[in-house]
């Protein structure tokens, strides 16, 4: 079955890069998305690509996708303390079916 | 644009008793999910609706939970009877389309279960 792992911590300084990394099994995955959730809030789609693309960029987000290795990473640019959250990596197998999220990583950001 | 909304936020029952929770989707949203995030995971989805039917519900504990969405707009979830390791987050979320690029759903605030 499908299955997406992450790791459940990062720590990092305001102002640095802040990588986050994701891999999945399934190799039929169509797209990959990145979610996030404030504490007491519901999840909030940051950013996704399709399993054609190796690259996205938006903002201060850059997604990359290496698909011969099923590993996914968000780079989150000049991260602030407002970037502290859990985020969710998340893949569809049939255009919007089939939904499976990893664990979360807790990005802490320190001042 | 108002967001998905859910009630209630949050409940407190006993093992062996039954809850319902509900979700208004966003106006015009064909699909609606049901997720379950157990502390310290990741939601797991345990049934999608389009429209009014059921697109994937095969991790539906079927022997205890049930749901519908009658008319194609709200929906309720339900747990009967409940089990300690239920004590999870519900969450509801809504999507435009089946078929969308992007494919965006949109959480509610989720529902907080806790059972004693």
């Known amino acids: 079955g499908e299955d997406v792992e992450q790791s459940l911590f990062l720590s990092v300084r305001e102002g640095d890069s802040s990588v986050i990394n994701c891999t999945y099994t399934?190799?039929?995955?169509?797209?990959l998305y990145w979610y996030k959730q404030e504490p007491g809030a519901g999840l909030q789609l940051l950013t996704y690509i399709f399993s054609n693309m190796d690259m996205k960029q938006d903002q201060r987000l850059t997604v990359l996708l290496n698909k011969k290795d099923k590993h996914l990473s968000l780079r989150i640019a000049d991260t602030q303390t407002g970037d502290s959250a859990i985020y969710f990596c998340?893949?569809?197998?049939?255009?919007?079916?089939?939904?499976?999220f990893g664990p979360g990583t807790r990005l802490s950001v320190l001042p | 644009e108002a967001g998905v909304a859910q009630s209630p936020r949050y409940k407190i029952i006993e093992k062996r008793q039954s809850v319902a929770f509900w979700c208004n989707p966003i106006s015009g949203h064909a699909t609606l999910y049901w997720y379950q995030q157990i502390l310290g995971q990741g939601p797991k989805l345990l049934i999608q609706f389009q429209n009014n039917g059921v697109v994937d519900d095969s991790q539906l504990p079927k022997d205890r939970f049930s749901a519908e969405r009658l008319k194609g707009v709200d929906s309720t979830l339900k747990i009967q009877p409940a089990k300690l390791e239920d004590s999870a987050v519900y969450l509801c979320?809504?999507?435009?389309?089946?078929?969308?690029?992007?494919?965006?759903?949109?959480f509610g605030p989720g529902t907080r279960l806790t059972v004693t």
């Open positions: 979320a809504s999507s435009l389309a089946l078929q969308g690029v992007p494919y965006e759903q949109y």
């Open positions: 998340a893949e569809s197998i049939n255009y919007g079916q089939n939904f499976v």
């Open positions: 399934d190799s039929s995955s169509t797209y």
